[in-house]
């Protein structure tokens, strides 16, 4: 059975997200601010599946709580808030997040959302277990798609599940240009709308983490095309 910690100080919302997932067969654990999250999570070690996590919450905001998280673990965490501005969405991509929803939300999406990181998630552990080899090396990047590492000059380099994917679809097939659309699409598996600026965030935080282990900008910005890595 799967495990996913629902982290919001509004019981109400944590309550109505339990029952739905619930009904969908999974555990829940409930937590209502940032250090019942992590207390949580250190509690039921190795056994959290995925996150679902409040922006705005007492003692430790969810923004805070995902920094922490990501310090030892990658595991999906989908972030919800009842900020709609931008900056916002940014903020809590750029943390480490790897979805993001606004309230009000349709509880029948997020169970979609949260059934889609799952199975990404259960790919990426299947692959480990049978052994499958799929490493990618360019200059001083090294890309292991079966451990799911990723290094820079020998050094490692920490992304969120959703920016090795991008990474990976680039590096497959240095030279081809990818548009936003077409990254969207392959690692999100959704339907990919024009003022979603998803794929920009993740692509510069991306970049930015590649660069300072690099010293170079390894992924290029084809103005009004996409984004490609040189061949």
């Known amino acids: 059975m799967r ?11 944590s309550g ?14 409930q937590a209502h601010d940032g250090e019942e999250a992590l207390l949580a999570m250190a509690t039921n070690e ?19 709580t995902c920094r922490r998280i990501r310090e030892t673990s990658s595991i999906p965490i989908l972030m919800l808030s009842a900020k709609s501005e931008d900056m916002d969405k940014i903020l809590g991509l750029m943390t480490g997040a790897d979805d993001y929803m606004i309230k009000p939300f349709n509880p ?56 090795f994917e991008i990474l990976y679809l680039l590096a497959r097939q240095p030279g081809r240009i990818f548009s936003a659309e077409d990254i969207f699409q392959q690692v999100w598996k959704e339907k990919y709308y024009v003022s979603n600026n998803t794929v920009m965030v993740h692509i510069s935080n991306l970049r930015d983490k590649l660069e300072k282990e690099l010293g170079y900008k390894l992924i290029q910005t084809v103005w009004g095309v996409g984004y490609k890595i040189h061949a």
């Open 3 to 13: 495990s996913v910690l629902i982290v919001d100080d509004d019981k109400e919302i």
């Open 16 to 29: 109505l997200i339990s029952i739905y997932l619930e009904n969908e067969g999974y555990r829940v654990i």
């Open 46 to 64: 190795g056994t959290v599946d995925l996150v679902i996590l409040d922006v705005m919450m007492p003692r430790l905001n969810g923004i805070d």
């Open 108 to 163: 029948l999406e997020l169970t979609t959302r949260v059934k889609t990181l799952l199975r990404r998630s259960t790919q990426y552990n299947t692959e480990l277990q049978q052994g499958h080899t799929d490493r990618i090396q360019i200059d001083g990047l090294d890309i292991n798609r079966t451990t799911h590492e990723v290094t820079a000059n020998g050094r490692s380099v920490s992304l969120t599940a959703r920016e």
